[in-house]
């Protein structure tokens, strides 16, 4: 009846895989504190979370025990949602009766006085307290972390920030198949949003189609830029209600959520016929794109596609200089995962990364243009995982 | 042509309430950190905050001056969306070209290596070096509150995060009338979902109702908690594909932004006729409700509000003992603001404060119901900014 929507072998599988890293990490268990890692380990996405803007939950994960650490508000509907009762630690105080008080979320009330209290008790009930720990450091706020040396002044806690984000860059066949839903959605999302552009049409009324189109695909929309003319030139800005006028460049970048995993897509319309430059200049970001396409495999270095990028935009009547700070990064349960591809990362692709490739050219006062795609790194190249209206459109003016 | 959605009027009256604030602190100027505080301070809301979960903003505020300290990705957006270019202090590194170099978003890459030396920039701009600083340091990484003590040593810095939320608690004109347009937006959206519930029909399919019609009115989803039968017991959880049956209770908890202000609206349905405990217990949440609105004035204490409501709940039929951590919470730019109507907050209210009242009820095995609104503080009294549906809606069976 819980209808998780998240299939249970993929949480089963990032489990495995979380385990299996585990055993030649240097740290015999991890405390996971992200909103993203959280997930990857356990499934579970905490609405409080979405409300509060910071993750109230964690996970400790051990070669064969996964213990939840969250509020007592979290606890009802994480085990709805499938997380095991007796391996939950809460904290905090919210009230959910029961009939006959059986039911354990009804009994959690202040089971631990605070977060860092219920972390300290679940490393306690693993028997970890003269372990060493790893711990995403980076989404651990100052105070909890000066709680848990006082709590377990013990143990040796290891930031496994990065070791994490090495976890999940490599994707399971499970995630790769959300990933591409979740850029297939905005691809079908932007495309409508085209298919309204019209001369006198306004930027947030194509806003409202995209975003409509979103969330009835059940995907939550987290940026939705929408732009046009001068505007398309501004990055990232939120629509306005500029009307379109011919000679518009129409730029979309467009990213969300589905079951955890982002999307985020770019696409470019112009109105009516495009003029010279237009017509190169996309000719040469598209071209541009197509060469990382061609480029990428394992072992490539994401340095080499970021130079391999800008060098055909320059090479292919593209704008010169091509000045960019990067040309795509990852993509998984957050919108920018290492590795970047930046001029100065050293990272050489891997089977099962995933990727935004993009190369956005922006010049105030004339407009803006991008293609964005995501893909997923295999044995001998890519696959695209979005591909539908890459072309400059031509909206008929 | 830019079109900044937000009326400019309100954004000039936000910081005159600041700086006549200002005048009364235990400091000469203020530096806002927060997305919710530097939007007050400034109007502007920053897409790439959203996609990177961490607003990258400041504002710098004395009795004459503001000065914005930003990435340079979000100048050419500020500036179109009213920023001022020439007191704008960029960091990092992106690039917007221009035709001739000569917009201002196009030389600023660079023009500080990171935030922390743009915000020591901003702060020997203004000299205010030997300074006493207000800072809402809850929004502050250590790394950089490090940073800051480093490279301004002789500066006080005073955390202003109560201060800010202190100024930010009384609500101007025009602040009341955005949160009551978020309000209605909700209210409308989750009357929707309530005219499209049935037999048979699935908590995924009503969300898809209400958040349809939230972003068609412009307004970012942030939770949408559908829940019917014994998941309407299970509080924050999300919706499932759980199908509608006679007797159940269907529970909506629905939030988002509308310019940036928070909507937080809870209603219950039941499908067909209520069971004698469904109707009597949702009749005291109801009446609890209304006894808060009739007790909330000027000079009345938070505390003396949840006690009413709970006392009210008990001596209505309503559920023995009636348990709560709080029976409300301000609302504004952030969706929990201070004062919340807790069993321990001795704060009195004051006009123009605007608040969610609410008195829900979880039983696991049983279900959840709750009545939720809106509303503000009158001179001597308060006014509803949401009035529709708060009954038990019976939905044919």
Same mark, same amino acid.
């Given at each position: 009846?819980? =209808?998780?929507?998240?299939?249970?072998?993929?949480? /089963?599988?990032?489990?495995?895989?979380?385990?299996?890293?585990?055993?030649?990490?240097?740290? &015999? +268990?991890?405390?996971?504190?992200?909103?993203?890692?959280? @997930?990857?380990?356990?499934?579970?996405?905490?609405?409080?979370?979405?409300?509060?803007?910071? /993750?109230?939950?964690?996970?400790?994960?051990?070669? @064969?025990?996964?213990?939840?650490?969250?509020?007592?508000? @979290?606890?009802?509907?994480?085990?709805?949602?499938?997380?095991?009762?007796? &391996?939950?630690?809460?904290?905090?105080?919210? $009230?959910?009766? /029961? !009939?006959?008080?059986?039911?354990?979320?009804?009994?959690?009330?202040?089971?631990?006085?605070? $977060? =860092?209290? =219920?972390?300290?008790?679940?490393?306690?009930?693993?028997?970890?307290?003269?372990?060493?720990? #790893?711990?995403?450091?980076?989404?651990?706020?100052?105070?909890?972390?000066?709680?848990?040396?006082?709590?377990?002044?013990?143990?040796?806690?290891?930031?496994? +920030?990065?070791?994490?984000?090495?976890?999940?860059?490599? %994707?399971?066949?499970?995630?790769?198949?959300?990933?591409?839903?979740?850029?297939?959605?905005?691809?079908?999302?932007?495309?409508?949003?085209?298919?309204?552009?019209?001369?006198?049409?306004?930027?947030?009324?194509?806003?409202?189609?995209?975003?409509?189109?979103?969330?009835? =695909?059940?995907? *939550?929309?987290?940026?939705?830029?929408?732009?046009?003319?001068?505007?398309?030139?501004?990055?990232?800005?939120?629509?306005?209600?500029?009307?379109?006028?011919?000679? !518009?460049?129409?730029?979309?970048?467009?990213? #969300?959520?589905?079951?955890? $995993?982002?999307?985020?897509?770019?696409?470019?319309?112009?109105?009516?016929?495009?003029?010279?430059?237009? %017509?190169?200049?996309?000719?040469?970001?598209?071209?541009?794109?197509?060469?990382?396409?061609?480029?990428?495999?394992?072992?490539?270095?994401?340095?080499?596609?970021?130079?391999?990028?800008? !060098?055909?935009? *320059?090479?292919?009547?593209?704008?010169?200089?091509?000045?960019?700070?990067?040309? #795509?990064?990852?993509?998984?349960?957050?919108? $920018?995962?290492?590795?970047?591809?930046?001029? &100065?990362?050293?990272?050489?692709?891997?089977?099962?990364?995933?990727?935004?490739?993009?190369?956005?050219?922006?010049?105030?006062?004339?407009?803006?243009?991008?293609?964005? @795609?995501?893909?997923?790194?295999?044995?001998?190249?890519?696959?695209?995982?979005? &591909?539908?209206?890459?072309?400059?459109?031509?909206?008929?003016?």
């Amino acid at each position: 009846m819980s =209808a998780r929507l998240i299939d249970p072998h993929l949480i /089963s599988a990032r489990q495995d895989r979380l385990r299996s890293q585990l055993e030649q990490a240097p740290f &015999d +268990s991890v405390l996971t504190l992200s909103a993203a890692n959280f @997930d990857y380990a356990t499934g579970y996405r905490s609405v409080s979370a979405t409300v509060h803007g910071i /993750s109230p939950l964690a996970a400790l994960v051990s070669a @064969d025990e996964l213990l939840v650490i969250g509020p007592v508000a @979290d606890s009802a509907p994480g085990f709805d949602a499938g997380l095991n009762p007796d &391996d939950y630690l809460a904290y905090g105080r919210f $009230y959910f009766e /029961s !009939d006959n008080g059986s039911a354990r979320a009804s009994q959690l009330v202040d089971e631990h006085a605070d $977060y =860092a209290q =219920a972390l300290a008790a679940a490393v306690t009930r693993l028997q970890l307290q003269h372990g060493r720990i #790893g711990i995403d450091e980076r989404a651990c706020p100052m105070p909890l972390r000066h709680q848990l040396a006082e709590l377990l002044p013990l143990v040796q806690f290891v930031d496994a +920030s990065d070791w994490l984000a090495g976890v999940r860059a490599i %994707k399971l066949p499970g995630e790769v198949a959300l990933l591409e839903q979740s850029a297939r959605i905005v691809e079908s999302a932007i495309l409508a949003g085209i298919a309204a552009a019209g001369v006198g049409v306004t930027e947030a009324e194509i806003a409202r189609v995209v975003t409509s189109a979103m969330v009835t =695909a059940d995907t *939550e929309p987290r940026f939705v830029v929408v732009t046009s003319g001068p505007r398309s030139a501004l990055a990232d800005a939120y629509a306005t209600n500029r009307a379109l006028q011919p000679g !518009d460049l129409l730029r979309f970048d467009v990213g #969300g959520m589905y079951e955890g $995993y982002w999307s985020d897509l770019g696409r470019t319309a112009v109105i009516g016929e495009p003029s010279a430059k237009q %017509k190169s200049f996309y000719e040469a970001i598209l071209v541009a794109e197509q060469a990382q396409f061609d480029m990428a495999r394992p072992g490539v270095l994401a340095q080499d596609l970021f130079t391999r990028a800008v !060098d055909v935009v *320059e090479a292919s009547g593209g704008p010169r200089p091509y000045r960019r700070q990067h040309c #795509g990064h990852g993509i998984g349960l957050e919108v $920018y995962e290492s590795p970047i591809i930046r001029p &100065d990362s050293p990272t050489p692709l891997e089977a099962g990364m995933t990727f935004c490739f993009e190369t956005p050219y922006y010049e105030l006062g004339w407009g803006g243009m991008m293609v964005e @795609d995501t893909l997923v790194v295999t044995e001998n190249g890519i696959r695209l995982l979005s &591909d539908r209206g890459r072309d400059l459109t031509v909206v008929a003016a």
